[in-house]
């Protein structure tokens, strides 16, 4: 029985598509497919029984399948960190790079203290001690306690008055304070602590929580960082990460970290420095996702597919009443 003509049809590539059931359930199990000139289905397997150009989709639509499943496989290897560092030997791990100690440099905020067992000698050179508050460390928050590193490299000591302290480290610092009180203003050599407020790294990019993180033991590596982040994004690039370090003397620095390499834990980069910022770039499908279009170019767009909806359309009609 052949089956009545329906009006409900669409355009499909300048083709008019039946939408008769007997002509969609044949295009998949050819079991009858009576032809009508202007049906795509029909038209596409030669119906009634032709069945090598449906074979040869068939076998494109498998390629694809195949080459989507090895490229998958293939992106799931990024994702992890380090992979098989445990395949590094101990003795190479005990031999990894040493965490640098701090470098001091312009802009930076130190909190120095200067303790005696005769707990009055050392007042005048301590801030907190000389406003008549008890030194705990981490309970005062007022900036005057606090000596800031000018551009010049120098701070300005109680009594000593300017210390250049510039490109010295915290432990240099010390034994420049304890030096210059012992024995000219002291009898006993005291005990000089310094610390950095304003230890902070940033890591922007692809991550879950970008931002600038304040670190208060001083102590961070690239995985302390990202942590803080909220861990890298599954669109990340592990095998990229931008470190931007600018040095004590002004000069800048650029490395690129692999994170999937097992290495890294051995890296000169493992560990981080004040100020040091990783920017985590995103992978091509979530760059290319970010693209904006301009609301002229969309308008365009717009405009265009109506027009060729209408044209469609017009063709459609002209073909069937023909």
């Known amino acids: 029985m052949e089956p009545a003509f329906s009006f409900f049809a669409i355009v499909s590539r300048g083709r008019v598509l039946c939408v008769q059931a007997s002509h969609v359930v044949a295009f998949f199990n050819q079991n009858y497919c009576q032809p009508f000139k202007k049906c795509y289905f029909c038209n596409l397997v030669k119906c009634p029984y032709y069945k090598e150009e449906r074979m040869k989709y068939l076998y494109w639509i ?34 990894a790079t040493p965490q640098p100690s701090p470098i001091l440099a312009p802009g930076d905020i130190l909190d120095i203290s200067v303790m005696a067992k005769n707990h009055e000698v050392v007042v005048p ?5 000389m406003q008549g508050e008890a030194f705990v460390r981490g309970t005062m928050t ?36 304890q030096e210059a009180l012992y024995p000219k203003y002291l009898s006993e050599l005291p005990q000089v602590s310094v610390w950095i407020q304003n230890f902070s790294v940033s890591v922007l990019g692809d991550v879950n929580r970008p931002g600038m993180f304040t670190i208060q033991n001083e102590r961070v590596s690239v995985l302390d960082a990202i942590a803080l982040a909220g861990d890298l ?41 004040q100020n040091d910022v990783l920017y985590v770039q995103p ?40």
């Open 62 to 95: 498998c390629v694809g399948i195949l080459i989507w499943g090895i490229t998958s496989c293939a992106s799931s290897k990024s994702v992890p960190y380090m992979i098989d560092v445990e395949s590094i030997p101990a003795e190479v791990l005990n031999a």
């Open 125 to 129: 050179f301590n801030k907190r001690l």
């Open 142 to 177: 007022t900036p005057e306690e606090f000596y800031l590193v000018d551009q010049n490299g120098d701070i300005d000591f109680p009594v000593l008055g300017k210390l250049h302290v510039g490109g010295k480290s915290k432990t240099e610092v010390s034994m420049m304070i």
């Open 233 to 273: 994004a599954i669109t990340g690039r592990r095998d990229n990460v931008l470190l931007v370090r600018v040095n004590a003397d002004g000069t800048k620095q650029i490395a690129r970290i692999n994170l999937n390499d097992k290495n890294l834990i051995s890296s000169p980069y493992f560990y981080l420095q």
């Open 283 to 322: 992978n091509k499908s979530k760059a290319n996702s970010a693209v904006v279009v301009p609301p002229t170019t969309s308008l365009v767009f717009s405009a265009t597919s109506i027009l060729l909806t209408i044209a469609n359309l017009i063709i459609t009609a002209w073909s069937i009443s023909k």
